[in-house]
């Protein structure tokens, strides 16, 4: 008898300058895999949004959390994880502006194939 697969939780550790998303096996509380703002592919935007005048307080947008949702579901899906649950309370006390760009990672994670459980809970108005 084949043992089921233990689950995944996604979390977002969000700030106004980075975005990380990590996925961790919930039995042994060890990290799966995870994607970051903070990877050397979004070093010259980051560098850019720093460097301008007047200076921007966040330094990631929907783009940006789009495209680490699509690196994150890349990665599950090496790995052979198809299914995640996101935690609902604590993704409903995020500030409504950062639970909006939170809308398009999950999207991006559903579209490589990984089915978000949770997710259709969560209202993302105005992404």
Same mark, same amino acid.
């Given at each position: ?23 961790? +096996? ?15 592919? *979004? ?7 720093? +460097? ?6 966040? /330094?990631? #947008? ?9 690196? /994150? !579901? ?8 198809? *299914?995640?649950?996101? #935690? ?14 939170? !809308?398009? /990672?999950? #999207?991006?994670?559903?579209?490589? !194939? ?7 809970? /969560?209202? *993302?108005? !105005?992404?």
């Amino acid at each position: 008898m084949p043992t089921p697969t233990p689950p995944h939780l996604l979390r977002l550790i969000l700030s106004c300058r980075k975005i990380t998303a990590q996925v961790t +096996n919930t039995t042994t509380e060890s990290i799966v895999a995870m994607a970051s703002s903070s990877e050397k592919e *979004f070093l010259p935007q980051y560098r850019s949004k720093l +460097n301008r005048f007047p200076r921007s307080h966040q /330094l990631w #947008d929907a783009r940006v959390a789009s495209r680490v949702g699509e690196k /994150l !579901g890349l990665r599950l899906t090496e790995i052979g994880v198809s *299914f995640v649950e996101i #935690d609902f309370s604590e993704e409903m006390s995020r500030p409504v502006h950062y639970r909006r760009m939170v !809308g398009p /990672l999950v #999207d991006s994670v559903k579209r490589a !194939g990984v089915t978000v459980s949770g997710a259709e809970k /969560l209202q *993302f108005e !105005g992404y």
